[in-house]
């Protein structure tokens, strides 16, 4: 059983930066692809960024240039960066590890506030 633990969030000024944090267990990590999606009250959870486990990224537009999502296979973990972050980025992010049909693990979330 994998387990997910994120952690970085909180409340930020517009323009600020956020540094998420997602620290896995177990020992599918390397062969995951691995994501960020988030959600705003009374909206659908969304992709934000993605990362596969050759190491390509993709991004919703409303955050190209603006986040990025890396990733360490040695310590189980994946990232995302966060800047100039706007009242709009305002939701809970949650980190996925998944691969298919096989497996698709989601963390608990963790609550971005951005004030303007």
């Known amino acids: 059983q994998v387990q997910l633990v994120e952690s970085g969030g909180g409340l930020v000024q517009a323009g600020g930066s956020l540094r998420l944090s997602c620290a896995a267990s177990?020992?599918?990590?390397?062969?995951?692809?691995t994501g960020w999606y988030r959600q705003a009250p009374g909206k659908q959870r969304e992709l934000v960024a993605r990362i596969i486990s050759g190491g390509s990224t993709n991004y919703a537009d409303s955050v190209k240039g603006r986040f990025t999502i890396s990733r360490d296979n040695a310590q189980n973990t994946v990232y995302l960066q966060m800047n100039s972050l706007k009242p709009e980025d305002t939701a809970v992010y949650y980190c996925?590890?998944?691969?298919?049909?096989?497996?698709?693990?989601w963390g608990q979330g963790t609550q971005v506030t951005v004030s303007s």
């Open positions: 177990g020992s599918v990590f390397s062969i995951s692809h």
């Open positions: 996925n590890l998944a691969r298919g049909v096989f497996w698709d693990y």
